[in-house]
């Protein structure tokens, strides 16, 4: 497979779905924006039971994309960071065929070694237990 993510493409962000974050990647996002994990969390967050989920209102973006790109980049949650490397992606021709008619990367870059995806996809998997039980 090949993946290089393109400058100034933001269409993962647009998509429809949600953004769920791990206990770390809230306190990294907090951090990064200069708030208390506590206070990202009421501002920004949505818990329910047992996950957590960027509030975005319906038919909205996520509150960090901006014109330029994400907004908290350096801190962004691990789903983004690894997409398109998503256990439910990697392996799955088809899922990954669909994921390419919105992602310009997909298929754009040096050849990614299959292990290199499954070690992200673990990565992914390790971070989220809840999403992939
Ligand atoms: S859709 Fe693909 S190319 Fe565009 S920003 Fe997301 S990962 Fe990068």
Known sequence: ???????GCTECCRQQGFVYLSEADLVRAARFVGMSAARFERKYVYRTRNRLRLRIPRGAHCHFLRDSGCGIHPAKPTQCRIFPFWPELVDK???WAKTAAYCPGIGQGPLIQIQSARAQAEEM???HPKLYP
């Open 1 to 7: 497979m090949r993946f290089e993510c393109q400058p």
């Open 125 to 127: 998997r390790q971070e």
């Open 93 to 95: 021709p088809r899922a």
